[in-house]
């Protein structure tokens, strides 16, 4: 009789754990989605004045940006000097060089 008890009791603990974990995993937020590569400014197509928003580029940097063009990737921003390597570095996270 004890080891027809032993047996269910451990039955019933191996049902217990997944339905226990599953309820934990029911109670967690859904992971968040990957920004789109789209958020991605392209400084090949934005205007002056868009790229004038990402940091450390303003008017006098984004004008540059837009008469290098056309950039094969962006770390020619860096590469040309068109912008100081430190500024590349705080924004080639938010860009992208996108070729036609």
Do not use: C, F, H, W
Not at 52 to 70: D, M, N, Q, Y
């Amino acid at each position: 009789m004890k080891k027809l008890l032993v047996a269910a009791a451990i039955t019933l603990a191996s049902l217990v754990v997944p339905i226990a974990s599953y309820a934990q995993d029911a109670k967690k937020p859904a992971p968040a989605a990957t920004a789109p590569a789209a958020a991605l400014m392209d400084i090949n197509s934005a205007s002056a004045k868009e790229l004038a928003t990402l940091p450390g580029i303003g008017e006098a940097r984004a004008t540059a940006i837009v008469k290098g063009r056309p950039y094969k990737g962006k770390n020619e921003l860096a590469d040309k000097k068109i912008i100081p390597e430190s500024v590349y570095e705080g924004i080639k996270d938010k860009i992208i060089a996108k070729q036609k």
